[in-house]
């Protein structure tokens, strides 16, 4: 087990987030009125950065914001939680990201995402920074950057025996099996269907099972399905499949509960845990991100989980 704070690479995206909450979606052609619009800082990248550094990492950060008073905000921001930003390039003559929330009154979200700086992050941005790789222990990924940097980013990190996960989200129809090739690849199921084309009514728990070990088949060393209320399903190169628990909690919003998944993961895992142990403790974070309303703001800290999984064991 490792002693000392794990170290967490992330590469990724870093927006502000406009959110408003509203009694329900607007059907198309539907105008729906909200409450007011709230700013919070968000990205998935920016996000999983935040929650890993609250759940006893060391997290060092590769993205870029835009020269406007957003990534500014965002990047202060982020240095503040103690995360090291000295790889976060501010990007002339281009916007931050931004997204837009909407979050209804079961605390369900739908959001539509600008990306702005985020898609100037490119391989140059990964390789100029290689000697990151051997100084982290987990690499953090997701797919609100382009393809080919994720893609550059997988390959370094294999070359340097760095342990690579990725949540592929937003997901896509036209998924590259390269992309599939990292040690931990953990999707939420929506995200799993879209990446694998395989979606059923019925039979739920067959078609998990279906989904991951596809992604596993692609080339993923192991798979780990984010549920939401139905908990996570570990499954392994090696045929070992099993299901972890939820654990139970007032849902408020549930904008960033797979970004604090994502971190549990990783720290996790940084520290040595195995993937059961470790998708325990990622069930209990992304829970208590749905208590809280905003992305970053509701990331959990070590003690509040460790007290949600000894008050739930």
């Not at 009694?23 to 999983?48: H, I, R």
């Not at 982290?136 to 340097?160: N, S």
Request: proline fraction near 6%; include cysteine.
């Amino acid at each position: 087990m490792v002693t000392e704070p794990p170290r967490i690479l992330v590469i990724g995206s870093i927006n502000m987030d406009l959110v408003v909450r509203t009694p329900a979606m607007p059907a198309p052609g539907e105008t729906v009125l909200g409450s007011d619009v709230t700013t919070s800082p968000g990205g998935k990248g920016a996000n999983q950065a935040v929650a890993a550094q609250r759940l006893g990492g060391m997290v060092t950060m590769i993205a870029r914001v835009g020269d406007d008073a957003f990534g500014e905000t965002l990047k202060n921001g982020l240095a503040e939680e103690g995360i090291d930003v000295a790889y976060v390039t501010v990007t002339e003559s281009t916007p931050t990201g931004v997204a837009f929330i909407m979050v209804d009154r079961q605390g369900e979200n739908s959001i539509v995402v600008a990306s702005g700086a985020n898609h100037a992050v490119t391989p140059d941005d990964v390789y100029t920074h290689e000697q990151l790789f051997d100084e982290h222990d987990v690499l953090v990924l997701q797919l609100e950057l382009p393809c080919p940097t994720v893609r550059a980013a997988i390959d370094l990190a294999r070359r340097h025996g760095l342990k690579t996960l990725l949540d592929p989200a937003p997901a896509m129809k036209q998924f590259p099996d390269e992309l599939c090739c990292v040690d931990v690849i953990s999707p939420n199921v929506n995200e799993a269907e879209i990446l694998t084309g395989k979606k059923a009514v019925e039979e739920r728990d067959r078609i998990d099972k279906l989904v991951a070990s596809e992604l596993i088949q692609r080339g993923a060393k192991n798979a780990v399905l984010k549920l939401g209320s139905r908990g996570s399903l570990v499954v392994c190169a090696d045929g070992h499949m099993y299901r972890v628990p939820p654990y139970k909690v007032e849902v408020v919003d549930t904008t960033a509960a797979g970004d604090a998944f994502t971190a549990g993961l990783a720290v996790s895992l940084a520290q040595g845990r195995g993937l059961h142990e470790s998708a325990r403790l990622a069930n209990a974070a992304g829970s208590l991100a749905c208590t809280t309303l905003g992305a970053q703001s509701a990331m959990p800290t070590a003690y509040q989980v460790k007290m949600l999984m000894e008050d739930q064991p």
